[in-house]
């Protein structure tokens, strides 16, 4: 059974950091993607950055690149979402999500977690 439970979110002021965490279990070899998304109300669910488990090659959207960073341990099963320089438009719900390949495509994925609240407000 594989389950992924996102955890990090919070309230942050502009310009803030916060860092996603994305702790996974019963993922196997196989799953070489994990990929961060976001979805804010009345928008829809975009992918945000994505890494390969077996490689540690990365990709980020245009809208955060010099900004967040992701990584992963693959002992611990973690991968992690470093975001900097926060801004009102970072404001989501962030999910993290497995599948066969690294991608910021959503419906590539196969397995998703319940999520995790970021708002960055004053």
């Known amino acids: 059974q594989v389950q992924l439970v996102e955890s990090g979110g919070g309230l942050v002021q502009p310009g803030g950091s916060l860092r996603l965490s994305c702790a996974a279990s019963g993922l196997t070899p196989e799953n070489d993607g994990i990929g961060w998304f976001r979805q804010a109300p009345g928008k829809e669910r975009e992918g945000v950055a994505c890494i390969s488990r077996s490689d540690e090659s990365t990709y980020y959207v245009d809208s955060v690149k010099g900004r967040f960073t992701i990584s992963r341990d693959n002992a611990k099963n973690t991968v992690y979402l470093q975001m900097n320089s926060l801004n009102p438009e970072d404001t989501a719900v962030y999910y993290c999500?497995?599948?066969?390949?690294?991608?910021?495509?959503?419906?590539?994925?196969?397995?998703w977690g319940q999520g995790t609240q970021v708002t960055v407000s004053l």
């Open positions: 999500a497995g599948g066969r390949v690294p991608t910021t495509k959503g419906p590539l994925y196969d397995f």
